[in-house]
């Protein structure tokens, strides 16, 4: 994967109104242990990544247990999702995850639009404009990179990978609380439909099309799918995981993976 250097130019004054604008309305009053976990992460994690200029973590007083991230030099997780979480680990990878957006390059396209436009948007709407624009922002084959990156940022980092995966646990119970059972398993297509099972070659091709046509209608893979590539890299790392460092749940995770 090829990192992209950080530079900087006219463009921050405005990042740093945007962030100001979430720090004011979202912030947290007072300092707590989620502020603690996430200075802990990032500290890991900015190490690690370095020379890329290093990044800072916020935390925001939304309902929702999220991380995300917007040009400049912030990712931003909530207190809701930190509370949810046993260890250091699983919040390294959210905050990962939103680092790697951008040493990958994928909020290049969208940045000087993004910056210009956040900076004008009325405060009180601000946090659905951000919902929405990571639908636009963000792919598919996007989300898959910025999640393998993450798995590497982290295993150099010294983080326990199974912990990092009770990531998915929590926005899993969170998307199942909004009824969004896509979001977590993927659609009946993906569910239902292997390729493999398919003797006629024709018939293959048609179920491969209907799979990709079924991927991409969202700009997020499917939870359970994010989690088997990820288990599937963790299998092959040297040093694998041993045995007893791995769920069952997580193994049956992995085992009930579509291929991709």
């Known amino acids: 994967m090829k990192l992209l250097k950080q530079e900087s130019n006219n463009k921050p004054d405005r990042s740093e109104r945007l962030h100001s604008i979430f720090i004011e309305e979202y912030g947290l009053i007072n300092r707590d242990f989620s502020h603690d976990r996430v200075e802990r992460a990032m500290a890991a994690?900015?190490?690690?990544?370095?020379?890329?200029?290093?990044?800072?973590?916020?935390?925001?007083?939304?309902?929702?247990?999220?991380?995300?991230?917007?040009?400049?030099?912030?990712?931003?997780?909530?207190?809701?999702?930190?509370?949810?979480?046993?260890?250091?680990?699983?919040?390294?990878?959210?905050?990962?995850?939103?680092m790697a957006h951008h040493d990958l390059g994928h909020l290049s396209a969208a940045e000087r639009w993004i910056t210009g436009g956040f900076a004008q948007a009325p405060r009180l709407i601000l946090a659905l404009t951000v919902e929405l624009l990571a639908?636009?922002?963000?792919?598919?084959?996007?989300?898959?990179?910025?999640?393998?990156?993450?798995?590497?940022?982290?295993?150099?980092?010294?983080?326990?990978l199974e912990q990092c995966l009770k990531c998915f646990d929590i926005l899993s119970l969170y998307a199942l609380d909004m009824h969004d059972l896509d979001a977590v398993y993927g659609t009946d297509e993906e569910i239902e439909l292997d390729p493999g099972l398919n003797a006629n070659p024709i018939s293959r091709i048609y179920t491969e099309w209907r799979l990709w046509r079924a991927r991409h209608r969202r700009s997020h893979p499917s939870i359970r799918e994010r989690r088997g590539i990820l288990m599937s890299r963790i299998a092959n790392m040297n040093p694998p995981l041993s045995r007893d460092q791995i769920s069952d749940t997580d193994i049956t995770h992995a085992a009930s993976e579509p291929r991709v």
Request: aromatic share 12%.
């Open 45 to 98: 994690l900015n190490k690690v990544r370095a020379p890329l200029p290093p990044m800072q973590g916020e935390v925001l007083w939304l309902s929702p247990p999220i991380a995300f991230t917007l040009p400049g030099r912030y990712v931003y997780v909530t207190r809701r999702f930190i509370e949810r979480c046993t260890s250091d680990a699983p919040v390294a990878f959210a905050l990962a995850h939103e």
């Open 135 to 160: 639908d636009w922002l963000y792919s598919r084959r996007n989300e898959v990179a910025a999640d393998s990156l993450a798995l590497d940022l982290c295993h150099k980092a010294g983080f326990d």
